[in-house]
């Protein structure tokens, strides 16, 4: 990443997540707000599945960017060409 380019919500979010993770930015259209605080992750801590409305997957594990990609069993996005 460019160091002198202002870091957003959508550069911190991993390019795989799945489309059923929901966190605050996507619904108030503010994933290319700027990030000042040096977070590792998009958004603002909270996150949820669309599936379950609730901070825990189907699978039973926690929402969170980190987690929610391919390897989880009750992912929902396009699988990621080898």
């Known amino acids: 990443m460019d160091e002198n380019k202002p870091v957003t919500?959508?550069?911190?979010?991993?390019k795989h997540l799945c489309p059923a993770m929901i966190m605050k930015p996507l619904l108030t259209h503010g994933m290319d707000d700027v990030v000042h605080?040096?977070?590792?992750w998009p958004g603002d801590g909270h996150y949820?599945?669309?599936?379950?409305c609730t901070?825990?997957?189907?699978?039973?594990?926690?929402?969170?960017p980190k987690d929610c990609g391919p390897l989880r069993s009750c992912y929902d996005g396009p699988r990621p060409q080898s």
């Open 37 to 40: 605080d040096g977070r590792q």
């Open 48 to 52: 949820w599945c669309a599936k379950t």
């Open 9 to 14: 919500h959508r550069d911190l979010t991993p």
């Open 55 to 64: 901070c825990v997957g189907p699978d039973d594990e926690h929402v969170h």
